[in-house]
């Protein structure tokens, strides 16, 4: 492309119906561990964002929110089931509206991936819920040092109407929060993924077994929010050949799955499909510091060039894209959106390095730089320097 023409990441569009967004460029959910006021932001979370709205961020997806008590190893994550959950997200929604940005709320359930040792469980009594009672392999608990691993000791979900209700009433409240829309959190190896893996769901009842028993958990879930917001406001977040937290399965589940799941999503006229490729690396990373590569697990090969896009459907992208391969895929009306997480990590002027073309500064102080340990939660998160400024 001519570095004289405008990129075509920087063209205005509208997501969904009736959201308009001043670019192309979003910024991923980020979990960053520094909802230090008992799991709300604060004032480093407020300006963390709204540096980023600032400098011209198109859809800002904020960090991943407990719907209810789940939280994981990071205990400072944030929670959305109370009015004061709401009002502390007001100082932020306000914020990056105030600089002329959007911003998600991203409805998360940990499901298996997560300890019932971890301090929000015990201290409330509650338990770690899942579709059927099967641990995942490896993991760790960083608040109980020498106790790794996820739990054995999981709750299968009996009443799906319990879960379906913290969603709705999560969400309500992020609309009193001012959020623009909802992302819903279904790759990961977290709750709504449990459900759609049969390796992680062996329920017997209408929501295991076939391919449409195990989509429906999320299809109902995508529904309930919807009521709350309409589907213009919903985006979804998946990742077929996800492989985080014992996850990866066989291409062929892989291509039933998502092969019945995407056109129902598809049906229900959602403002986005959010599409990682986390899982489909073929060499190594471009950030290896932040590295999320790992190797597929024996019988869960992906056949040669595998091609997560499906150019039928307008969409969202994420997983290692370069500014570069946005381009590209945006020119050739392959992808509507592209979210960036890590580079939003270390510049806080993202936008102005890409309508300058400048390079992206890459991560050069190490792994600790994303959740802590830190004594202010400025620290690694509000003071990444700018480039010049125009
Ligand atoms: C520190 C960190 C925390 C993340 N937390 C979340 C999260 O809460 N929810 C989520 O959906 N994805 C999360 N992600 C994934 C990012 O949203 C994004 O999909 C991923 O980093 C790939 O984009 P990238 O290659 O441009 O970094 C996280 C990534 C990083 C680096």
Redesign the pocket.
Known sequence: MSSRKISPLLQPCTLGASIPLRNRIC??????NRCIDNNKPTEASVRHYADRARDGAGLI?A???FIYFHGTDYLH?PVMFKEEHAHAWQKVTHAVHHEGGKIFF?A?HAGRAQNENMPMLQDNNYPVLAPSKITAAGGKYRPHLGKPGHTSHITEIIDVNEIFEQYRNSVSLAKKAGFDGV?I?A??GYLLHNFLLSRTNQRTDKYGGSVENCCRFVLEIVDAIVEVWGSTAVGI?I?PCDNMFDTAVPYEEVTETYSYLVPKLVDRKLAYI?L?R?GCDTGP???PV?T?VNTRPAGTELPPGYEPLDDQTSLMV????TVAEAERLLQAEKIDLV???????YNPDLVTRIRRKIPFATNDRGTQ???GPYEDPNENYNDWPYAARE
Do not use: H
Request: proline share 2%.
């Open positions: 910024m991923g959910a980020m979990t960053r997806v960090e991943g929110i994550a991203q998360w992302e959190l790759q990961g977040k990742c959010n990682s986390r990373s471009q950030y932040d999320f994420n997983q290692e894209y979210c960036f997480g890590r580079p939003f990590i730089v994303s959740y």
